[in-house]
C-alpha cells in the first residue's frame, strides 16, 4: 500500500496533463520546418502551439527520467529531455525578439506583451522559471533524481495549471490577431489535430480493453487448468482410495478370524501336548525343526502387526476420501483439522528426509474449533498450495551453506478467533523473503521459480479462494530471520456472511 501511495502523485499529474494526445500529434510540429510558411500570422500560432505542447513533453520526459531504474534509458530520455528545453527556450526568444529564421516578426501586440510581462500571467516569467527548472534537474545528480524532486515537482504543477493556462491565453490570443485566411487554414489543422487526438485516444482505448481481455483470458484459462488438474487429482485420489478400500476391508474381516482361529489351534495343540507328553519321534523331531516355543510366541505379535498395518491403512485411505472431496458446488460444514492432516498425508513423500531431500518437521498446534461451513475441497487446495510453498522454501534453505544445521519446521496453528471466524495460520523457519517478493506474492503468474517449475497462479488461486469464495482473508506475515506466516482467516459459516 504504501508503495502505491508513493507512486500515485506522479500518475495524478500524467493524468491532468493528459499526454496521450500530445504525445499522437507532437511529431507532427517541427519548428524549424516552419521557415517555408508563407504567412507570418500561421507561424507565430504555429510556434506559440508548439511551446504548449513542449511544456508537457519536457513534463513527461522528466517524470519518465527519474522514474526509471535503467541507466541507458535515463542518458536517453536526459539527452530528449535536453534537446526539448532548448527548443522551448529558442521559440520563446523568437516569439517575443523576433527570428528570420523561424518567419518570426518579433514586437507582439500590445495585449501579447500584456500576457507575456505583465499580471496575472507574467508569461515570459513563467517559462524562464520553467526553463530553469528543467536545466536544474538535468544537472541533478542520480541520487536527487527522485519523485519528492523539488524541481520536478515543479515542472509537473507549472506544466499542468499556472504555465498551461498562460500559454493558452497566448495561443488564443495569437489566434485572434491572426488573418482571416490563416484562420481557416488554423482551423483546418486544428480539426486534423483533434481528429489525430480522438483516433489515439480510440486507439489507446480500445488497445487497453484488448490488453486487460487478454490478460482476464489468459489469468482464466491457466486457473480453468489449475482447476481441472486439482479435480482430476481428487478423483485419481478418490479413485485409489476405493480400490484400497475394498481388499483392506476383506484383510480386516478376516483377520479378527484369523486371530480367533489361531488361538484356537494353539489351545488345541497345548492339549496334545498335555495329554500326550510323548510324542513319536516323526513329531518330535517336526516340533523341534519348526521351533515350536517360538512359533507360539511370535504367532500373536505377528497377527497383532498385520492388525495394526491394515489400520494404518484405513486410515489412510480414508485421509485420501477427505483430500479428494471436490464439492464445487455447495458448501458443508467440516472438520479444518482433518483437510490439513489429509494434505500433509498426500505430501508425506517430501516431508520425510532422504539421500536427496532435507528433513521437514511439522509441529502442529490445533485449537479447539467447531465444524466450519465451506468449500472442503477447494479450502484443502489452499492448504496444498501454501504448504508446497512452505516446503519449497525450506528446500531453498537447506540448499544454503549457513542453514545446514538448521532443523527445517512447518508450524501450523489453528484458533477460534471469535464465534464467527477462525484462522489458521502456516509457519516455516526458511530463508527471509525479500520484501519486493513480497509485495508481489498474490499476482497472477508471478513466480519466482526456475522455468517449468512453477506457473505463478497457486497463491493467487489461493487468494481468490479464500477471499472471494469464503468472504475471508489472506495474508503473508514476515517472520525476521527466518521465513514467512500465511494467515487464513474465513467465517465459521457462509450463511451469516451471505446474510451480513
Known amino acids: 500500500m504504501a508503495q502505491a501511495s508513493a507512486n500515485s502523485k506522479p500518475y495524478n499529474y500524467l493524468l491532468q496533463l493528459k499526454l496521450l494526445p500530445v504525445l499522437a500529434f507532437a511529431a507532427l510540429f517541427d519548428v524549424h520546418s516552419l521557415t517555408t510558411t508563407r504567412q507570418i500570422n500561421a507561424a507565430v500560432v504555429n510556434i506559440s502551439g508548439r ?70 500571467l507574467n508569461l515570459d516569467q513563467q517559462i524562464r522559471r520553467y526553463i530553469a527548472a528543467v536545466r536544474a534537474l538535468l544537472r541533478a545528480e542520480n541520487t536527487q533524481l527522485t519523485q519528492d524532486n523539488p524541481h520536478l515537482s515543479y515542472i509537473l504543477t507549472a506544466a499542468a495549471t499556472n504555465l498551461l493556462a498562460a500559454l493558452d491565453a497566448a495561443v488564443s490570443q495569437y489566434q485572434e490577431e491572426s488573418d482571416l485566411e490563416q484562420f481557416s487554414v ?11 487526438c480522438d483516433a489515439a485516444a480510440i486507439a489507446q482505448s480500445q ?30 485420489v478418490a479413485g485409489v482410495a476405493h480400490e484400497i478400500n ?20 494353539l489351545t488345541l495343540i497345548r492339549l496334545y501336548q498335555e495329554h500326550y507328553p510323548h510324542p513319536v519321534p516323526e513329531i518330535r523331531a517336526t516340533t523341534e525343526d519348526i521351533d515350536w516355543e517360538f512359533l507360539q510366541e511370535d504367532m500373536s505379535k505377528m497377527l497383532s502387526s498385520m492388525k495394526s498395518g491394515a489400520d494404518r491403512i484405513s486410515q489412510i485411505v480414508l485421509s485420501l476420501r477427505n483430500f479428494s472431496r471436490l464439492d464445487e ?34 509441529v502442529k498446534e490445533y485449537g479447539n474449533l467447531p465444524l466450519v461451513e465451506c468449500y472442503s475441497g477447494q479450502l484443502n487446495q489452499v492448504f496444498m498450495h501454501i504448504l508446497t510453498n512452505a516446503i519449497d522454501a525450506l528446500e531453498e534453505a537447506a540448499s544454503c551453506e549457513k542453514a545446514t544445521d ?95
Open 51 to 120: 511551446q504548449r505542447m513542449l511544456s508537457q513533453q519536457t513534463a513527461l520526459l522528466s517524470l519518465r527520467m527519474v522514474c526509471t531504474p535503467f541507466k541507458s534509458e535515463r542518458e536517453d530520455l536526459h539527452s530528449k529531455l535536453l534537446q526539448s528545453i532548448d527548443l522551448m527556450e529558442e521559440s520563446h526568444d523568437g516569439l517575443i525578439y523576433g527570428d528570420p529564421k523561424l518567419n518570426l516578426p518579433g514586437q507582439p501586440s500590445l495585449t501579447l506583451r500584456a500576457i507575456y510581462f505583465q499580471p496575472p
Open 207 to 236: 488497445a487497453e480493453k484488448l490488453e486487460k481481455a487478454l490478460d482476464d483470458l489468459k489469468n482464466t484459462q491457466a486457473q480453468l487448468i489449475q482447476t481441472e488438474k486439482m479435480s482430476s487429482l481428487g478423483q485419481l
Open 329 to 362: 458446488a455447495e458448501n458443508k460444514f467440516v472438520n479444518i483439522h482433518e483437510g490439513i492432516d489429509s494434505t500433509l498425508l498426500i505430501l508425506q513423500h517430501r516431508l520425510k528426509g532422504g539421500a536427496d531431500q532435507p528433513n521437514i518437521e511439522v
Open 246 to 265: 475394498n481388499p483392506i476391508g476383506f484383510i480386516s474381516g478376516n483377520l479378527i478370524h484369523t486371530d480367533k482361529y489361531t488361538q484356537d489351534l
Open 406 to 500: 538448521k532443523v527445517l519446521r512447518i508450524r501450523i496453528r489453528t484458533t477460534l478467533i471469535n464465534p464467527q471466524r477462525v484462522q489458521i495460520a502456516i509457519a516455516d523457519n526458511g530463508l527471509e523473503m525479500d520484501e519486493a517478493v513480497h509485495s508481489r506474492l498474490f499476482e497472477p503468474f508471478f513466480t519466482t521459480k526456475p522455468a517449468g517449475k512453477g506457473t505463478g497462479l497457486g497463491l493467487s488461486i489461493s487468494y481468490q479462494i479464500v477471499v472471494e469464495k469464503h468472504g475471508g482473508s489472506l495474508r503473508c506475515e514476515l517472520l525476521p530471520g527466518e521465513g514467512a506466516e500465511f494467515q487464513i482467516e474465513i467465517p465459521t459459516q457462509q450463511s451469516d456472511r451471505s446474510a451480513s
Open 186 to 196: 488554423d482551423f483546418q489543422q486544428a480539426e486534423l489535430y483533434q481528429q489525430s
